[in-house]
């Protein structure tokens, strides 16, 4: 045999080489006994090659699907938002030190995507905090809302800014006390990535690390979830961040907004330390019908915050969560003290809007 027809053998023979993400796909897909969850240092490499688009869109379905299926470690949460940070020019500003200006004293993520969210009153309990010396940025991207008014358009209906990037919201903080950050304006693969649940038919681990990002850096967060479940991973993940100090509740949609008709645990992380505190029931059962009867429109939203309607659901849910967005943005050491502050906050709002 020539060595041509032995070159022409090993030309048929010769396997292609492996895509570079492949590994990360065995690591999950072993079978029983060999696999495992990946390590910090590999999801943060892994997710770093997704938001570079260097993966095959086969790839990454399987990738989200996986860590979906399994549900993600804190290990991987925290190596996969470590390289949002880096890709989204995010790095951490030493000290975290809220009196820098621009600086928000507490972080409200608003990444829910409920079919019958309703009205996000959390809105108008950031709002009322800005008014009152604890700068909020808030930041997401809502979807899938069919009975329900999205963040975004609130927001935009109190004449509240809505930044182009982290640099603007730092400015527009240092101006009103208040910024909205939307996803699409942090990284537009992230917003890409979030899209996918139309096709995937779940969400993906992207909605719950993008809870935990905190862009700006904020002393404090105030975190939502729908799944009891993930209350203590965002803890978990927190701790591993080194975050200084978040709240985690199982709210109203998902969001980070108090139900007013049952108790409601603040699952906290308090420089290293979990703790659980919980908050009473502000309204009886009884009440929630008129919850249930009060319009899904921005005009009865708008309506609320200036006072021209009285719904009692409504101003529970707003007061409520300023109550606790106070106490983990450190306005109060305790429940009672956070809810007298926030009702004289409320008393003597500036109703105007814009």
């Known amino acids: 045999m020539t060595d041509e027809h032995l070159e022409q053998l090993e030309e048929e023979n010769h396997l292609p080489e492996a895509h570079p993400f492949s590994g990360y796909l065995r690591t999950f897909f072993r079978g029983p006994g060999r696999s495992r969850s990946l390590t910090r240092e590999e999801a943060y490499e892994a997710f770093s090659m997704i938001l570079r688009d260097e993966v095959e869109p086969i790839q990454l379905g399987a990738f989200l699907l996986m860590l979906r299926y399994r549900a993600e470690t804190p290990e991987e949460l925290a190596g996969m938002i470590e390289a949002v940070r880096k890709a989204a020019r995010l790095d951490p500003d030493e000290g975290g030190d809220e009196n820098v200006s621009g600086q928000p004293m507490l972080d409200w993520p608003s990444y829910a995507a409920g079919r019958t969210r309703g009205l996000p009153w959390f809105v108008l309990s950031a709002h009322l905090l800005s008014q009152n010396g604890v700068p909020v940025l808030m930041h997401g991207y809502n979807s899938h809302l069919v009975n329900g008014v999205g963040t975004e358009a609130a927001v935009k209906a109190l004449k509240l800014p809505i930044a182009m990037s982290a640099e603007e919201a730092r400015s527009d903080i240092a101006a009103k006390g208040f910024a909205y950050l939307p996803l699409r304006h942090m990284h537009p693969k992230l917003q890409e990535l979030i899209g996918l649940r139309s096709l995937l038919g779940l969400r993906s681990p992207v909605n719950t690390l ?9 002393r404090a967060a105030f975190l939502g979830v729908f799944h009891p479940a993930f209350l203590d991973v965002h803890r978990e993940t927190g701790k ?58 921005l005009k009865h939203f708008l309506a609320v915050w200036r006072g021209d309607v009285e719904d009692q659901p409504a101003e529970a849910r707003i007061k409520g969560s300023a109550a606790m967005g106070a106490f983990l943005a450190g306005k109060a050491d ?11 906050w409320w008393d003597n709002r500036d109703r105007d809007v814009g």
């Open 210 to 218: 993008l809870r935990l990002l905190n862009p700006l850096q904020a």
């Open 240 to 297: 591993l961040l080194a975050l200084p100090r978040i709240g985690v509740i199982k709210g109203g949609g998902g969001e980070a907004e108090r139900t007013p008709f049952k108790h409601v645990d603040l699952r906290m992380l308090d420089d290293g330390e979990l703790c659980d505190v919980r908050w009473p029931a502000m309204l009886s059962k009884s009440e929630k019908e008129l919850d249930e009867q009060s319009p899904v429109t």
């Open 334 to 344: 305790y429940m009672d003290e956070a809810e007298n502050l926030v009702q004289d």
